[in-house]
């Protein structure tokens, strides 16, 4: 190695360059320094700069590249060009480009075009959210009755149809998580409390839905076919069971018909 590093300890390495790899300049002159090698390797030493490249020989050669271009390019065969004739212009009728430059409107959620309500969904949701625990019946629940519109919206309870199913704990949580998920187009004008109840399976699967208008959205019978695995009652709210029905659920009682929550989760 110290015999392929020699040519460059003549010609090319310097200080500079070795401050890079300090323990190949250390290996190099320990070999050389040995007096069987240093015999053969003579007196050397580093130089402080790198010696320039030959500035003749790389115009020479540049010239040279030049010089043959030139002749290749007097050598070609000239090429008479063509004069293009004009393209006659296509006539497009002033319609049909109006058209295509026009992105087509969204079409409107027909949510959105209901008659108007006194009732802010999104007030709801903000008193639900901040509401503390201990004032949550006094405060939110009250608070969610004086604001309820039954003109503009509707609450539904929907029921699970096959319990039988639900044997493992997070599988049934995982169900109710993905159908909210799925529902989630429809959240600007919803809102739910999805209840699991059981100590031990089969576990029961049940919940309230809140929506914009006076029965399920179309949109959502179309669009998420989570909605064919419930049983779907329209909450009568004139009934003081039912609406207590909704309380309890809004609510999260630790207990409800009887049987122990196991989780509840909230779409807002």
Same mark, same amino acid.
């Given at each position: 190695?110290?015999?392929?590093?020699?040519?460059?300890?003549?010609?090319?390495?310097?200080?500079?360059?070795?401050?890079?790899?300090?323990?190949?300049?250390?290996?190099?002159?320990?070999?050389?320094?040995?007096?069987?090698?240093?015999?053969?390797?003579?007196?050397?030493?580093?130089?402080?700069?790198?010696?320039?490249?030959?500035? /003749?020989?790389?115009?020479?050669?540049? *010239?040279? =590249? %030049?010089?043959?271009?030139?002749?290749? !390019?007097?050598? &070609? $065969? #000239?090429?008479?060009? /063509?004069?293009?004739?004009?393209?006659? *212009?296509? =006539? %497009?009728?002033?319609?049909?480009?109006? !058209?295509?430059? &026009? $992105? #087509?409107?969204?079409? /409107?959620?027909?949510?959105?075009?209901?008659?108007?309500?006194?009732?802010?969904?999104?007030?709801?949701?903000?008193?639900?959210?901040?509401?503390?625990? /201990?004032?949550?019946?006094?405060?939110?629940?009250?608070?969610?009755?004086?604001?309820?519109?039954?003109?503009?919206?509707?609450?539904?309870?929907?029921?699970?149809?096959?319990?039988?199913?639900?044997?493992?704990?997070?599988?049934?949580?995982?169900?109710?998580?993905?159908?909210?998920?799925?529902?989630?187009?429809?959240?600007?004008?919803?809102?739910?409390?999805?209840?699991?109840?059981?100590?031990?399976?089969?576990?029961?699967?049940?919940?309230?839905?809140?929506?914009?208008?006076?029965?399920?959205?179309?949109?959502?019978?179309?669009?998420?076919?989570?909605?064919?695995?419930?049983?779907?009652?329209?909450?009568?709210?004139?009934?003081?069971?039912?609406?207590e029905r909704v309380n309890a659920y809004f609510?999260?009682?630790?207990?409800?018909?009887g049987q122990k929550l196991l989780e509840a989760?909230?779409?807002?």
């Amino acid at each position: 190695m110290a015999c392929n590093m020699l040519t460059g300890i003549r010609t090319t390495f310097t200080k500079e360059f070795f401050m890079e790899f300090p323990h190949l300049e250390r290996y190099f002159w320990t070999i050389a320094n040995q007096p069987n090698v240093k015999k053969h390797f003579g007196e050397l030493t580093l130089s402080e700069k790198a010696p320039s490249p030959p500035k /003749k020989q790389a115009n020479a050669t540049k *010239e040279k =590249k %030049v010089k043959t271009e030139k002749v290749q !390019e007097a050598q &070609k $065969p #000239k090429v008479v060009e /063509k004069t293009k004739e004009p393209e006659p *212009e296509l =006539k %497009v009728d002033s319609q049909i480009e109006d !058209e295509e430059e &026009k $992105p #087509k409107p969204k079409p /409107k959620n027909p949510l959105d075009l209901l008659p108007p309500s006194p009732m802010i969904m999104d007030d709801w949701k903000r008193l639900y959210s901040n509401t503390k625990a /201990k004032d949550f019946r006094e405060v939110a629940i009250e608070g969610f009755w004086k604001m309820y519109d039954p003109e503009g919206y509707s609450l539904w309870f929907c029921d699970y149809k096959y319990n039988d199913e639900n044997t493992v704990p997070f599988v049934t949580m995982n169900k109710v998580s993905g159908f909210l998920q799925r529902m989630d187009f429809i959240r600007k004008h919803g809102f739910a409390k999805m209840c699991i109840f059981g100590e031990s399976a089969p576990f029961k699967i049940k919940g309230v839905w809140l929506f914009r208008g006076k029965e399920i959205p179309q949109m959502v019978l179309d669009e998420c076919y989570d909605v064919e695995l419930y049983e779907w009652t329209k909450v009568d709210v004139n009934d003081p069971v039912q609406k207590e029905r909704v309380n309890a659920y809004f609510e999260e009682p630790d207990e409800f018909d009887g049987q122990k929550l196991l989780e509840a989760k909230c779409f807002k």
